[in-house]
């Protein structure tokens, strides 16, 4: 699951770079407000690349993807990024947790 979960955190890491980048140009939010939000969303992504064997890990990776659909009201095409990233998140855990299923009960047999 960790590495699912991992690979979709990297890529939120470098969209919302790039949507900072776009909200900068085409938003009327000040540079600093936007680059402080952006940051430190940047910054979770990859601290909570190293904090997905916790339990808490996958939690806050659901409020992350909670923050970024909000974001769509600063940038509107962030509700469809958000959105797809959400359902990536979604489909990284799941299927994470299956392949990790399987590889116990392959080591188990």
Not at 23 to 39: C, E, F, K
Not at 42 to 67: D, E, I, S, Y
């Amino acid at each position: 699951m960790r590495t699912l979960c991992a690979g979709t955190l990297v890529g939120e890491f470098v969209v919302i770079g790039l949507a900072g980048l776009v909200a900068m140009r085409i938003s009327d939010v000040p540079t600093g407000t936007l680059w402080a939000v952006s940051g430190t969303a940047m910054v979770l992504c990859l601290l909570l690349c190293g904090m997905l064997g916790r339990p808490a890990g996958v939690h806050l990776g659901w409020a992350l993807q909670a923050g970024l659909i909000a974001s769509g009201f600063v940038l509107p095409v962030m509700f469809l990024l958000g959105g797809a990233f959400a359902g990536l998140w979604w489909a990284s855990v799941h299927f994470g947790r299956e392949v990790d299923r399987l590889k116990a009960a392959r080591a188990a047999a």
